[in-house]
């Protein structure tokens, strides 16, 4: 008996180490979404739509919407089309291309490798300089929708 507790515990220890991002933590099939309660100071309420299949995340759009009529497009496609202007400001990528590297991080690693800076930046994506603490939150209610 105590070896067959043995082998299990090596076997969970392998596990956890052969598969970091995979979670043990199985979803609902199905699309959930969340946004923000408020519009933020800058006039953005972001929202998360999150695809789950096959237990897994599949699909993640981080988008945002404007508080009024004067920017009538998604904020993912006002920066797409330079209206947004973080390259103008000096930034090295277009929030579009931070939003969407953030997403492929996820899905590739997992919902938990984010790691927040105190400040809600992440030093975990590669090319992305913009807070992510509400696409953090948002993911959050999200998945807490999705459990089984």
């Known amino acids: 008996m105590k070896r067959i507790k043995v082998f299990v515990c090596l076997l969970l220890l392998v596990q956890a180490i052969l598969l970091p991002?995979?979670?043990?933590?199985?979803?609902?099939?199905?699309?959930?979404?969340a946004q923000a309660a408020?519009?933020?100071?800058s006039g953005w309420k972001e929202t998360l739509e999150l695809t789950i299949k096959h237990?897994?995340?599949a699909k993640i759009n981080w988008d945002a919407i404007y508080k009024d009529d004067s920017i009538p497009i998604r904020k993912k496609q006002y920066s797409k089309s330079g209206l947004y202007?973080?390259?103008?400001?000096?930034?090295?990528?277009?929030?579009?291309d931070q939003?969407?590297?953030?997403?492929?991080?996820?899905?590739?690693?997992?919902?938990?490798?984010?790691?927040?800076?105190?400040?809600?930046?992440?030093?975990?994506?590669?090319?992305?300089?913009?807070s992510v603490s509400e696409l953090d939150r948002l993911l959050a209610d999200c998945l807490k929708q999705a459990q089984k």
């Open 21 to 33: 991002g995979c979670s043990l933590t199985s979803y609902r099939d199905g699309v959930y979404t």
């Open 55 to 57: 237990g897994k995340i």
């Open 99 to 130: 939003a969407v590297a953030a997403e492929q991080f996820i899905i590739e690693n997992g919902p938990g490798a984010l790691a927040l800076t105190d400040d809600g930046h992440t030093d975990a994506v590669a090319g992305c300089s913009i």
């Open 85 to 96: 202007g973080m390259l103008a400001g000096g930034a090295n990528n277009e929030w579009y």
């Open 38 to 41: 408020e519009f933020s100071s």
